[in-house]
């Protein structure tokens, strides 16, 4: 079964199961999203995605959902940024922001461009966004996961983070708080769907 969903084409059924490109809230419905990607707000002040619906390896969708569950069992919920991201997006932003510390060089490709990372942070019960000590696509070095001259809370809130999304099989990038990379994302291709 071939589904068209206006910028990329995934193919269901016809690959191994841990190949095929999801939308997250297939996995995850009641999954918090804010697809700033889908809107002119946000770095590269353009829309680069026509629909704000995210999608991710069934394999990271699955891992996700565990992340959520550890969540929800403290009281808390993700909300997720970004997902799968085309090549022809990620040439777009490194032409602005040409700095691998926080847009992957294109000619290598990124994790995003292979369905396997997932821009995300916590919220309360109520949807209410953590306090991280900056905003999401905030290309500084307060933004990195290893910065620590910041309040305890939030010190404590990206700790928390990345405890959740550790044990279900993420690792942070070092550059980007918000920024997880399933374990295993080398095994994956680049698609440009």
Known sequence: ????????????ETQPRDTVLVPLRSVIPDLLTDVR??????FTKRVLYPIDT???RRVVAESLAVAQRSANARGLQLKVYDAYRPLSVQRLMWSLVPDERYVADPA??????RGCALDLTLCDSTGRELDMGTGYDEFTERAAATFVDLDESVLQNR???????????????????????????????????
């Open 54 to 56: 995210l999608y991710a």
């Open 37 to 42: 990607y889908a809107t002119a707000d946000n």
């Open 159 to 193: 700790r928390l983070l990345q405890s959740i999304m550790s044990d279900a099989g993420f690792d942070v990038l070092p550059s980007e708080w918000w920024h997880y990379d399933l374990r295993g994302w080398e095994r994956f291709e680049i698609l440009n769907e």
């Open 108 to 113: 290598k490709g990124s994790r995003h461009n």
């Open 1 to 12: 079964m071939i589904l068209t969903v206006c910028f990329f084409t995934m193919t269901f």
